[in-house]
């Protein structure tokens, strides 16, 4: 008669699945970075070797693409701005570049222009191509080597297999064992990957996994997991369905703000990545160290960003209920032509829009000005002062929001029963009065919401402020969205600081928005 097997030897498993499978991603991740750290390191250290051996009137190593001393710039007998450079190498002097050249003679000629700019340098190309790049000054000129870029090292499945069946054994063997061994094994074959972990990413990787084994095991002792697998049994139709969206948003959402909000304690410039904690942050918040009015401080970006959105919000909501008053009243003819054609500014893609608006606010040709020739008044120079540069965007987006306000309205106005307006008007209410105790109420549950959505869009409308003004006059009219831009490819790829701008803009909506809704349950409940 053969023994039965335990019935918590599955569940033992499905548990250590769980720990192991976030031990796997963590093991992953820090063998890619610990890759691609050496494999970077290995390159810089070739491209160094092979300049310094060229500095030396020696050959280069085999390694290197290409290597050797290159000329100084000096002006071309035919076409004077063209500042051609020459190359030694082992096979002699040549001319850099030209038709015929290979691909890498642009990596010397750049290679040779960045030493004479800064100095001595070992680098990785901008360009992402791979390619290492050491410049060292040499006999004659600019030692420079180009080190062509490696295939990374595979990935260690053999050692990642081994330690996952290693844990499973001694998962499944402490719930054989049955008492103290069971969560034991558990802790154990869950955390087995960190040994090899801590050779790849240190202790950091070691910690996190162990904690998340730990963690596994103590929900599991608990029996929290054992629930909540039976609810994804009980519930696998509804999960199915929502998989696909929750999957897209993890990847899509989630994923992006988490890695942008890593990269906020990160410095980026030339191409290398530096933690630097919250220097970012407070360097942003203290403004730099520039003055108050500096169109670069933060408090008036943030300033002109609140103005900015305060100044649509209002003329959005204003002239969306007013529309929508006036194409309720019976009086109006062709509504539905009149709907159509008050909508079509927010169908039409925005930055088309944006450019449309931008050439009628063009200075000499622009349909603005034209208008006002044509009225006897002067042009105006839009973009040359902050108030009318200001002005011209906030034009641009009214006409842009002015429609779905509109569209809400109307929805809202159409649950109020007229009965109400005609006993108003029995009991001799003015307009005003109708529209304050009548239209107003009604509309609240609706707006309220529409508003907070329409300053979210309002305060990250990149699209207007950039094609439109463009932040002129000096950067003075960009929001804080616009100025994360400009941090990010406008200022020395400062990806760090830009990240650190996009999760201040999300901490600041965040609060408008829990500000907001607090605001609007109060007025329900009063």
């Not at 960003?305 to 204003?318: D, E, G, Q």
């Not at 006002?372 to 008044?377: I, K, N, Q, S, V």
Request: aromatic share 10%; hydrophobic share 50%.
């Amino acid at each position: 008669m053969t023994r039965a097997t335990p019935p918590h030897t599955g569940a033992q498993l499905r548990d250590w699945t769980v720990a192991s499978l976030f031990a796997l991603v963590v093991a992953l991740a820090v063998f890619v970075g610990h890759r691609n750290h050496a494999l970077r390191a290995r390159q810089l250290e070739l491209a160094d070797r092979a300049a310094a051996e060229i500095a030396l009137g020696r050959p280069p190593i085999a390694e290197a693409e290409a290597a050797g001393i290159v000329g100084a710039p000096h002006p071309s007998a035919t076409h004077p701005f063209l500042h051609p450079r020459t190359v030694t190498g082992p096979t002699g002097t040549r001319p850099l570049g030209g038709p015929s050249a290979p691909a890498v003679d642009k990596l010397l000629y750049d290679a040779a222009e960045r030493y004479d700019a800064r100095g001595p340098f070992v680098e990785l190309a901008s360009d992402g191509s791979g390619h290492a790049i050491a410049a060292r000054p040499g006999t004659g000129g600019v030692a420079v080597a180009v080190i062509a870029p490696e295939s990374p090292e595979g990935m260690p499945w053999l050692i990642i297999l081994g330690a996952l069946g290693l844990g499973a054994v001694i998962a499944a063997a402490g719930a054989l064992i049955g008492g103290a061994a069971r969560p034991l094994g558990l802790a154990i074959g869950g955390a087995l990957l960190a040994i090899p972990a801590n050779g790849w990413g240190g202790m950091g990787a070691t910690i996190s996994i162990v904690c998340a084994s730990l963690a596994v095991t103590i929900a599991s002792g608990r029996g929290t997991l054992a629930r909540a697998f039976a609810g994804f049994r009980t519930h696998r139709v509804a999960i199915a369905f929502l998989a696909p969206a929750s999957l897209a948003m993890f990847v899509l959402v989630a994923t992006p703000f988490c890695v942008g909000l890593v990269l906020g304690f990160f410095d980026h410039q030339h191409g290398q990545w530096s933690f630097v904690g919250l220097s970012n942050f407070g360097e942003i918040l203290s403004g730099g160290g520039r003055a108050f009015d500096d169109p670069l401080n933060f408090w008036f970006i943030l300033g002109v960003t609140v103005v900015w959105t305060a100044a649509n919000v209002f003329l959005h909501v204003t002239i969306g209920v007013a529309l929508a008053m006036l194409l309720r009243q019976a009086w109006l003819p062709g509504k539905g032509v009149w709907r159509m054609l008050l909508i079509l500014p927010w169908a039409i893609p925005n930055y088309i829009t944006a450019l449309i608006w931008k050439g009628m606010f063009q200075g000499e040709y622009g349909a603005i000005n034209a208008l006002l020739h044509a009225a006897g008044l002067d042009g105006v120079s839009w973009f040359s002062s902050w108030a009318t540069a200001f002005s011209a965007n906030v034009v641009t987006n009214t006409w842009l929001g002015f429609p779905f306000m509109m569209v809400v309205a109307i929805g809202a106005l159409e649950s109020v029963p007229r009965d109400f307006y005609e006993a108003a008007v029995v009991d001799g209410a003015t307009p005003w009065q109708r529209f304050i105790h009548i239209t107003l109420p009604h509309l609240k549950p609706a707006l309220g919401p529409a508003v907070v959505l329409g300053s979210i869009w309002t305060f990250n409308m990149f699209n207007v402020i950039y094609l439109v003004s463009a932040g002129k006059p000096g950067g003075s009219t960009d929001i804080l969205v616009t100025d994360a831009y400009r941090w990010a490819f406008e200022r020395g790829e400062r990806y760090g600081m830009a990240a650190a701008y996009g999760a201040i803009i999300f901490l600041v909506l965040l609060l408008w928005t829990v500000f907001g809704s607090r605001i609007g349950r109060r007025e329900d409940k009063s």
